[in-house]
């Protein structure tokens, strides 16, 4: 059984930056694509970020120059992280990962987590 658990989310105030980890375990042969979705409320979920298993990185254009995207293969984790956080990055963030455990890839998701940017 595959999970994903992330951790990191919480309350900031506008301009602040938070750290995000998501961290994959279970019985895997590999992981692909890994990335970082958001939803607010009423509105359809996004993506924020996303990395390849090569390394190379796709943002969503409202994030560009404030979040960045990076992954530990060792230890099967990726982060974002998130600076000058502005209100409307208010969302609950969830991990995504294409992984496989055997000929085909599935995606898995996180429980999401939540980050608040306030004053």
């Given amino acids: 059984q595959v999970q994903?658990?992330?951790s990191g989310g919480g309350l900031v105030q506008p301009?602040?930056?938070l750290r995000l980890s998501c961290a994959a375990s279970g019985s895997m042969f590999s992981i692909d694509a890994m990335g970082w979705y958001r939803q607010a409320p009423g509105k359809d979920r996004e993506l924020v970020a996303a990395i390849t298993g090569g390394g190379s990185t796709n943002y969503a254009n409202s994030v560009k120059g404030?979040?960045?995207i990076s992954r530990d293969n060792a230890k099967n984790t990726v982060y974002l992280q998130m600076n000058s956080l502005k209100p409307e990055d208010t969302a609950?963030?969830?991990?995504h990962a294409n992984i496989r455990s055997g000929p085909y890839g599935t995606d898995y998701w996180g429980q999401g987590t939540q980050v608040t940017v306030s004053t």
């Fill in 15 to 17: 301009g602040g930056s």
């Fill in 92 to 95: 609950v963030y969830y991990c």
């Fill in 4 to 6: 994903l658990v992330e």
């Fill in 66 to 68: 404030r979040f960045a």
